[in-house]
């Protein structure tokens, strides 16, 4: 019985990948996905851009690229396709309603992303209508979010990093190999479970959302607990946008620096743009490169967390002190990672410049949609009062301070690189 379970792991695992390149194919052999506006400003803009019978046809075409998708991995994998069928298009609906609410213009100045939209009405629609078992376990939370990841890979080109120089490399592998095991260690101090405590140290060094799925992702995490590690980072993220730059103009940090500064702590891309803007354009330029380099990171940071995690975390089933085999490693080990690093490497020097421009933008689109579907999906499974229960203030507190030790350490590394 155990070896069924195994191999339908496996199974599941490349069939993600098999989805994920599937849709990148696609792409680059000129099928055109759809690409829906969800951008509006006033009531009027709503009903004549958003809800007009183009843009509706646009969202229409993207649900079944969606739904062909989700189906056929259902198929794939053995489960039953009927509940798929009729959970992915509610799913779908609750997302693309996050979509329109973040696409506000408004709302888009405060830079909440679509995934906290997403996340909360979930936990609406959860915690206010009773929802059958079937539909829970229908949920494909994992699938969605691993998907999304390997589109991740097209979007880090590691030649854009090369061109724009070494100093941004340089000072982000710093800050995500220092500020990870920082993070870390004030977790374990302050007695937070050890998944819990990788998804929120991910989230903090690395490249706050994206790192937290990965992470999760990695080590098989619960859904629970990266939802509030998500929750978590984009609020903080808000604040810090705010109030960084204009405390780096009290301070008469160079533009350099306080790019550098911006781009090494805030933790949502969106929010570094945003601070980036308000200091000026060379402050924009690098904090974009800084955070970009950090996401390059992504895939060897998956890597050698669920590697770590392989060798540190034992199934009870697996008494003694036995190191793990390289075959064990390979069954354990997320393949969405490979799908990552093999999509990153092959838009990055196998494809030309001009196929990647082409592609990139619809990608993009389908890749964040996966995501907020994920994050629609694990607020439908999560119950509210889990979320927020009062022992979840140990994490939060470690995550601040972590956010403080970044702060710290990215600023003077700034200093000494671009000062």
Do not use: H
Not at 25 to 41: E, K, N, Q, R, T
Not at 57 to 68: A, D, W, Y
Not at 129 to 141: A, D, G, I, M, V
Not at 227 to 252: D, Q
Request: hydrophobic share 55%; glycine share 6%; proline share 3%.
């Amino acid at each position: 019985m155990q070896d069924i379970k195994k191999t339908f792991v496996i199974t599941e695992d490349w069939t993600v990948v098999l989805l994920g390149f599937a849709l990148i194919v696609l792409a680059i052999a000129g099928l055109s996905f759809p690409l829906p506006s969800y951008s509006w400003d006033g009531f009027e803009q709503l009903g004549t851009k958003i809800l007009s019978g183009s843009n509706l046809l646009q969202i229409g075409g993207v649900f079944l690229v969606t739904f062909i998708v989700a189906v056929a991995g259902t198929m794939l994998t053995g489960k039953p396709i009927r509940n798929m069928i009729i959970v992915f298009p509610v799913v779908f609906i609750l997302t693309i309603l996050a979509l329109i609410i973040a696409g506000n213009k408004t709302i888009e100045e405060t830079n909440f992303e679509a995934v906290i939209f997403s996340l909360a009405i979930g936990l609406l629609v959860s915690n206010v209508f009773t929802l059958p078992e079937w539909f829970r376990k229908t949920l494909s939370t994992e699938m969605f979010v691993k998907i999304g990841l390997i589109l991740l890979g097209t979007s880090i080109i590691f030649s854009d990093v090369l061109k724009a120089g070494t100093k941004g490399m340089i000072q982000a592998t710093l800050v995500v190999i220092s500020v990870w095991y920082f993070a870390y260690w004030v977790c374990k101090k302050m007695k937070v479970d050890q998944e819990l405590s990788m998804m929120l140290s991910s989230a903090v060094a690395i490249c706050g959302v994206s790192a937290a799925i990965a992470t999760a992702g990695a080590i098989k995490g619960d859904s629970k607990k990266l939802s509030y590690v998500v929750s978590v980072v984009l609020i903080t993220a808000v604040p810090m946008m705010i109030f960084m730059p204009y405390i780096a103009k009290y301070f008469g940090f160079s533009e350099a620096v306080t790019g550098a500064w911006l781009g090494g702590t805030i933790d949502t891309t969106g929010a570094v743009v945003a601070s980036g803007s308000v200091v000026g354009e060379e402050a924009l330029k690098i904090s974009t490169i800084v955070k970009f380099s950090q996401n390059v990171l992504l895939g060897l940071a998956a890597f050698a967390i669920s590697v770590y995690w392989t060798y540190t975390k034992r199934d009870s089933a697996e008494a003694g002190y036995e190191k793990p085999t390289l075959k064990m490693i390979w069954e354990r080990f997320p393949k969405f990672v490979v799908g990552f690093i093999i999509a990153s490497l092959v838009f990055s020097f196998l494809l030309s410049p001009e196929t990647v421009a082409t592609v990139k933008k619809p990608l993009k689109n389908i890749q964040s949609l996966w995501f907020v579907l994920a994050f629609t999906s694990i607020g439908l499974e999560t119950n509210f009062k889990e979320l927020f229960q009062l022992n979840s203030l140990k994490p939060l507190y470690a995550f601040l301070l972590a956010q403080l030790f970044n702060i710290i350490i990215t600023l003077i590394i700034a200093f000494f690189l671009f000062s």
